[in-house]
């Protein structure tokens, strides 16, 4: 069994930097992907980064791309969302995830094992 928690979210206004992190308890893997989703008010939950091994595979969604780094700490089992030049349109409630075995459809919620809470990221224009 895995446990995420994820940190970091707040308020900060348009153009601001945050944070998130997310400690996973219990074995991850190396080669286990490591993912960054985002849900906002009556939409679908949808992919922001992923992040598989050590950072030779990394992928970005457009909408945030340039905009956040994702990066990861295998030896503390800890994955992180640098954010910058943040909009309005990016207030949502951010999620760490995890798959455990690499597997096809790195983008789609419904390919991961395992879920933190949650961490709200509010953006004021």
């Known amino acids: 069994q895995v446990q995420l928690a994820e940190s970091g979210g707040g308020l900060v206004q348009a153009g601001g930097s945050l944070r998130l992190s997310c400690a996973a308890s219990g074995r991850i893997v190396s080669w286990a992907v490591m993912a960054w989703f985002r849900q906002a008010p009556g939409k679908e939950r949808e992919f922001v980064a992923h992040?598989?091994?050590?950072?030779?595979?990394?992928y970005y969604a457009d909408s945030v791309k340039g905009r956040v780094t994702i990066s990861r700490d295998n030896a503390k089992n800890t994955v992180d969302l640098q954010m910058s030049s943040l909009k309005p349109e990016d207030t949502a409630v951010y999620y760490c995830?995890?798959?455990?075995?690499?597997?096809?459809?790195?983008?789609?919620?419904?390919?991961?094992?395992?879920w933190g809470q949650g961490t709200q990221v509010t953006v004021s224009s």
């Open positions: 992040i598989r091994g050590r950072g030779e595979n990394i």
């Open positions: 995830a995890v798959m455990l075995a690499p597997r096809l459809g790195v983008t789609t919620p419904r390919s991961y094992d395992f």
